[in-house]
């Protein structure tokens, strides 16, 4: 386990990588400035966007995890 734990943790990190460069990011830099976006209030999401930030989440988690192992293991 602990041979292959480092590769897991390199897909895991290239897979968190690609879920946050995929999902929206046209109200990041202008909400910080206090512009007040077109679609005002809250923002949904749906279909593949809600998939991909649940997947998103989940890898993190996994990530965690396996950072956690790697410090317990490793030692």
Known sequence: M?????????????????????????ESLGSAFGSDGAAGGRFMRRGFEKILFNATLVVAVLFILSAFANLLIGR
């Open 2 to 26: 602990i041979q292959i734990l480092p590769y897991i943790q390199i897909v895991l990190s290239l897979l968190l990588v690609a879920g946050v460069l995929l999902q929206r990011s046209e």
